[in-house]
């Protein structure tokens, strides 16, 4: 019998050859499964022919392989390693625990979702995202906040702790928005655009303490109905306030 052809690892290839068979049809369950999003991610990130070709070409460490293009972006390969080893791992331990009636979390789940975020950070340096795209990968993410009822239960199904990359992708959003420097500033403001059309004096909020900001935004926030978690809450507030035809009364601590 012959040997089966495996590209990479058992995960990456059995992805690929996922995605294939699911991708025309997007709002089915396989098309939505955890080992297809991720290549879904990965096609995202780096273009769905420099896969086929490599795929077809069995080309994985040479120039135009699957390793050349997952670090074109500055993704180091060091971090490239540890990602297959963390989604090989991940998939053996899904496939041993498909035969079990009793469930485990998977500890290579948020594992692997930090290196394809780690991965999206890498190239927005080179090639910037829109905002748009920032926030269809974010969607495309299995954590306890996500809006999607079958990646949210997955996330609390299987992960150790499901806020886990939803706190990591905003800590690399506020670190690739917020650069260090000597000048104090208030870190947990809203932009002032908002603070304006809700009638709060711009030129007055900086003198103010975190704790009385904080104060101010979580008003706001519970007025609007707006997870103030969420890494796009700007945009969903400023959303809220046009819609709406009432204003909150900001009081002051």
């Given at each position: 019998?012959?040997?089966?052809?495996?590209?990479?690892?058992?995960?990456?290839?059995?992805?690929?050859?996922?995605?294939?068979q699911?991708?025309?049809?997007?709002?089915?369950?396989?098309?939505?499964?955890?080992?297809?999003?991720?290549?879904?991610?990965?096609?995202?990130?780096?273009?769905?022919?420099?896969?086929?070709?490599?795929?077809?070409?069995?080309?994985?460490?040479?120039?135009?392989?699957?390793?050349?293009?997952?670090t074109?972006?500055g993704?180091?390969?060091?971090?490239?390693?540890?990602?297959?080893?963390?989604?090989?791992?991940?998939?053996?331990?899904?496939?041993?625990?498909?035969?079990?009636?009793?469930?485990?979390?998977?500890?290579?789940?948020?594992?692997?979702?930090?290196?394809?975020?780690?991965?999206?950070?890498?190239?927005?340096?080179?090639?910037?995202?829109?905002?748009?795209?920032?926030?269809?990968?974010?969607?495309m993410?299995?954590?306890?906040?996500s809006?999607?009822?079958?990646?949210?239960?997955?996330?609390?199904?299987?992960?150790?702790?499901?806020?886990?990359?939803?706190?990591?992708?905003?800590?690399?959003?506020?670190?690739?928005?917020?650069?260090?420097?000597?000048?104090?500033?208030?870190?947990?403001?809203?932009?002032?655009?908002?603070?304006?059309?809700l009638?709060?004096?711009?030129?007055?909020?900086?003198?103010?303490?975190?704790?009385?900001?904080?104060?101010?935004?979580?008003?706001?926030?519970?007025?609007?109905?707006?997870?103030?978690?969420?890494?796009?809450?700007d945009?969903?507030?400023?959303?809220?306030?046009?819609?709406?035809?009432?204003?909150?009364?900001?009081?002051?601590?």
């Amino acid at each position: 019998m012959a040997q089966r052809y495996i590209f990479v690892n058992n995960a990456i290839n059995d992805s690929i050859v996922m995605y294939y068979q699911a991708k025309n049809k997007p709002l089915s369950l396989a098309y939505n499964t955890f080992i297809v999003t991720v290549m879904r991610i990965i096609i995202m990130l780096y273009g769905e022919l420099d896969i086929t070709n490599c795929y077809h070409t069995k080309n994985e460490k040479g120039m135009g392989g699957f390793d050349t293009n997952l670090t074109k972006y500055g993704y180091p390969q060091e971090e490239l390693e540890k990602f297959k080893v963390n989604f090989e791992k991940y998939y053996e331990f899904d496939v041993k625990q498909s035969r079990l009636h009793v469930k485990r979390k998977n500890p290579y789940l948020n594992r692997v979702q930090k290196n394809l975020v780690d991965m999206m950070f890498c190239k927005n340096k080179i090639a910037p995202f829109d905002g748009k795209k920032a926030h269809e990968f974010y969607n495309m993410l299995f954590t306890g906040d996500s809006k999607d009822f079958y990646r949210r239960t997955y996330a609390f199904a299987f992960a150790k702790n499901p806020y886990e990359v939803s706190k990591y992708f905003r800590k690399k959003m506020y670190l690739m928005s917020n650069k260090l420097t000597f000048v104090p500033i208030v870190k947990r403001q809203l932009s002032n655009e908002i603070y304006e059309l809700l009638g709060v004096n711009t030129s007055l909020v900086p003198t103010l303490t975190q704790k009385q900001v904080d104060y101010i935004n979580q008003q706001i926030y519970n007025y609007y109905q707006v997870d103030e978690r969420a890494f796009d809450k700007d945009t969903k507030l400023l959303e809220a306030i046009t819609i709406s035809k009432k204003r909150p009364i900001i009081k002051m601590d």
